[in-house]
């Protein structure tokens, strides 16, 4: 099992920034890619960006956001500047196991708020 742990959300004005950080614990060896999700009040849960031997942005933040990790002390990370308020969501902390023998589901945390006043 793996358990990932966010930290970082809160309130920032329009243009600001926050660094979202993820702790992964446990059997962090089955963990293959890593990503971050976010879900608006309303709408459904979107993919924001990923990371394993490349990276990967959703337009909407392409630019904007930088995803990151440490592999070595599990960690994982969202830079996020020029904030704009369609940013305000909870953000989650994704991991996707290595194989079916590690889990046949992906471990999610249990979500941080962001929210970007305008």
């Known amino acids: 099992q793996v358990q990932l742990v966010e930290s970082g959300g809160g309130l920032v004005q329009a243009g600001g920034s926050l660094r979202l950080s993820c702790a992964a614990s446990g059997d962090t060896i089955c963990i293959d890619a890593m990503a971050w999700y976010r879900q608006a009040p309303g709408k459904e849960r979107e993919l924001v960006a990923v990371?394993?031997?490349?990276?990967w942005y959703a337009d909407s933040v392409k630019g904007r956001f930088t995803i990151s990790r440490d592999k070595d002390k599990n960690w994982l990370y969202l830079q996020m500047s020029s904030l704009k308020p369609e940013d305000t969501a909870v953000y989650y902390c994704?991991?996707?196991?290595?194989?079916?023998?590690?889990?046949?589901?992906?471990?999610w945390g249990q979500g941080t708020q962001v929210t970007v006043s305008s």
């Open positions: 990371i394993n031997s490349a990276t």
């Open positions: 994704n991991a996707a196991p290595l194989d079916r023998d590690c889990s046949r589901t992906d471990w």
